[in-house]
């Protein structure tokens, strides 16, 4: 559509063009005829001026000629010379502008019957005047200068004169006008070129104005990033199917681009999973290191108890006067009962190091608390005469629980290390044990009692830290590592128990622990944990 438009508007602009410079050659051309006719009829005036002028020289030559004995023929042939070349020329320009004249009337062709007649009489006198000058015949030069064939060439001259002064203002008043005829069709051919090139520049203003703009705002849209913008394909011309072209453009855009989006919301989403799945595996590399390292400081603990223990044993059986020979096997009974405790430490270890258990392990079986319980007093009475303490076991009483002897064997030897590592020299560290009922279920109690440092306010709530130790622990006891009620406390919960501490009046602590009665309705299967 508007290839069409300027196609055509191209046409009518060359058309125009055309035209002007075909009028702009004719107004020129008629112009140029002007001017030539009256720069010949100047040349006509100027060449009549010339050839009298070289008439009246001609003659003072002669009268010259006829007081000089020897008179310059040069110069005479030289003005004979210049009159006949002015004639030649007069006849040349007469015929020109003869031919060149397009007016036909009376009055232009009189004008020139006129002309032809005074060059007639002219070239009389120019053959007479020569026949004299040549001759030398002075006495015939006045009357032939003055007249030829009875005409005065005076008056001849002069209406000649005349005649082409009033052709030359007559085709200097032509040329003028057809100068001002060029200039009025230049300047009307510009104007309406003009015109014609703003109604053009006018009409594809308008017609362009809001496809570009619609194109305009198109491109900006996409620069933006708004690939959802469309354009108006309803344009009946070459913008509507650029319009098309760049709609499909932005659908292909917008599909690569939701396209690499999908691609980089699932590297994202894969990156963050594996993320993830790396900062758990992670933090359970961190968890059971911690674990790991936990269980080692918990086992090495444990193995500091049944050696002393076997070391005390062994010191206190060396150290007095003969025995019998059932005093040693009791105490050898109690060396082999503290090594065969420290060998299921060991074997704890070495379970932990060949594996990824990171926990204690509980094998809960119906059982009376109190065997092992005496199993762990026995082992801390050594540790107590070696300090000079007395441990003494009031009513223990028997019951069935749930539980792994030889943990709770563990818990018990920790309890008491701990009353008789923190009691003073000649203490007495008391054990009961007692069956209560509690929310209308029985529990096994077990109170530990020792003559010790006791308890401050703040140690209650955080001597079950691991690694914590309070001010006046750490100055009975430099060489402690806070670990040991830890460690009771963890056995108590896996064996469903509560366990605490409490100050006695009586100076020192009292170790209270609780473990459910197991009865005749509760499953006798062996419960891990």
Not at 217 to 231: D, I, N, P, S, V
Not at 281 to 302: F, V
Not at 309 to 338: F, H, P
Not at 478 to 486: E, H, I, M, R, T
Request: hydrophobic share 40%; glycine share 6%.
């Amino acid at each position: 559509m508007f290839q069409r438009r300027l196609g055509f508007a191209l046409l009518v602009l060359t058309l125009l063009t055309f035209i002007q410079g075909g009028v702009a050659i004719w107004a020129i051309d008629g112009a140029r005829q002007k001017v030539e006719l009256g720069r010949l009829s100047s040349d006509l005036h100027t060449g009549f001026m010339a050839f009298s002028d070289a008439k009246n020289r001609l003659r003072t030559w002669l009268v010259d000629a006829q007081n000089n004995p020897s008179p310059d023929l040069d110069q005479r042939d030289f003005l004979l010379q210049e009159m006949r070349s002015d004639l030649q020329q007069l006849h040349t320009n007469s015929d020109r502008l003869a031919e060149r004249t397009t007016q036909t009337n009376e009055q232009v062709t009189a004008l020139i019957e006129e002309r032809r007649a005074a060059l007639v009489t002219f070239d009389k006198l120019f053959q007479a005047l020569e026949t004299t000058a040549l001759a030398l015949s002075p006495t015939l030069a006045t009357e032939q200068f003055e007249q030829v064939d009875g005409q005065s060439l005076q008056v001849v001259l002069a209406d000649a004169l005349a005649r082409e002064r009033t052709l030359l203002a007559q085709q200097r008043s032509d040329a003028d006008r057809s100068l001002q005829q060029l200039i009025m069709w230049a300047v009307l051919a510009t104007i309406t070129l003009t015109l014609t090139i703003m109604g053009v520049f006018g009409y594809f203003a308008r017609a362009l104005r809001r496809p570009v703009h619609e194109l305009v705002m198109g491109a900006k849209a996409f620069q933006r990033g708004e690939l959802t913008h469309r354009l108006d394909e309803n344009m009946r011309d070459e913008f509507g199917r650029v319009a098309a072209r760049m709609n499909l453009m932005a659908d292909e855009l917008s599909q690569h681009r939701q396209a690499e989006q999908d691609r980089q919301q699932h590297l994202e989403d894969l990156v963050e999973l594996r993320t993830r799945e790396l900062e758990q595996a992670l933090a359970s590399l961190q968890q059971l290191g911690n674990q790991r390292q936990q269980l080692l400081e918990d086992i090495s603990h444990e193995l500091r108890t049944p050696t002393t223990s076997i070391r005390g044993e062994a010191e206190i059986t060396l150290r007095g006067s003969k025995r019998s020979e059932a005093e040693y096997r009791q105490a050898l009974q109690r060396i082999a009962s503290d090594a065969a405790h420290l060998a299921d430490v060991i074997s704890d270890l070495l379970t932990m190091a060949r594996s990824d258990i990171v926990e204690w392990q509980v094998q809960r079986h119906p059982l009376d608390p109190s065997v092992p319980l005496r199993d762990a007093i026995g082992q801390a009475s050594t540790l107590g005469r070696l300090r000079n303490i007395t441990l003494h076991s009031e009513s223990l009483a028997a019951a069935t629980v749930l539980g792994d002897a030889q943990r709770l064997q563990q818990m018990y030897g920790i309890l008491l290390d701990n009353a008789v590592q923190y009691s003073y020299p000649g203490g007495v560290v008391t054990i009961t044990a007692t069956i209560e009922e509690q929310q209308g279920e029985k529990v096994w109690e077990l109170c530990i009692g020792d003559q010790g440092i006791g308890l401050e306010g703040q140690d209650a709530q955080r001597l079950f830290e691991r690694g914590y130790r309070g001010v006046q622990a750490r100055n009975h006891r430099p060489d402690g590592q806070g670990v040991g009620l830890a460690i009771a406390m963890l056995l108590t919960r896996l064996h469903g128990g509560q366990l605490c501490l409490e100050a006695s009046s009586a100076g020192g602590c009292v170790a209270r622990l609780q473990l459910p009665v197991h009865t005749a309705s509760t499953s006798s299967a062996g419960i891990a944990s």
